[in-house]
C-alpha cells in the first residue's frame, strides 16, 4: 500500500452521457494515474488529444486520485487477441524468416 490506498479500494470510474463528446475519468488505481498522467504530458503538447486534469486528490502530499476529462471517442473496447496456433513446420519457416530478416539489415 504505497498509495495510501489499498490495492482492494483502488478503483477506476469512467463515466459519459450519451449526448456528451466528453467522458470523465476518475481513478485511486495508480496505475491507471500513471498512465492518464502520461497521457496529460502528451496532451499539452498536442491539444487536439483533449485530455484535461479535473482535479487531483492528494495524501500526505501524494497524489492518490485524480479526474480527467477526455474526449469520449478514445475510448475503446476491444476483444481479445486469439492466440494463433502454429505447427512445427510454420515455426520453423517464420523463424527462418526472421533469420533472413536480421541478415539482411546487416549487409
Given at each position: 500500500m504505497t498509495s495510501g490506498i489499498s490495492l482492494a479500494e483502488q478503483e477506476t470510474v469512467i463515466n459519459f452521457y450519451r449526448t456528451d463528446d466528453r467522458m470523465s475519468i476518475y481513478t485511486?488505481?495508480?496505475?491507471?494515474?500513471?498512465?492518464?498522467?502520461?497521457?496529460?504530458k502528451k496532451s499539452e503538447q498536442n491539444e487536439e488529444a483533449g485530455y484535461i486534469l479535473?482535479?487531483?486528490?492528494?495524501?500526505?502530499?501524494?497524489?492518490?486520485?485524480?479526474?480527467?476529462?477526455?474526449?469520449?471517442?478514445?475510448?475503446?473496447?476491444?476483444?481479445?487477441?486469439?492466440?494463433?496456433?502454429?505447427?512445427?513446420e510454420e515455426r520453423q519457416e517464420l523463424a527462418e524468416r526472421m533469420r533472413r530478416a536480421r541478415n539482411h539489415g546487416n549487409e
Open positions: 485511486s488505481d495508480q496505475t491507471m494515474i500513471t498512465k492518464l498522467m502520461k497521457l496529460l479535473v482535479r487531483e486528490e492528494k495524501m500526505n502530499g501524494r497524489v492518490v486520485a485524480i479526474e480527467v476529462s477526455a474526449p469520449k471517442h478514445l475510448m475503446s473496447l476491444r476483444m481479445p487477441k486469439k492466440k494463433r496456433e502454429l505447427t512445427d
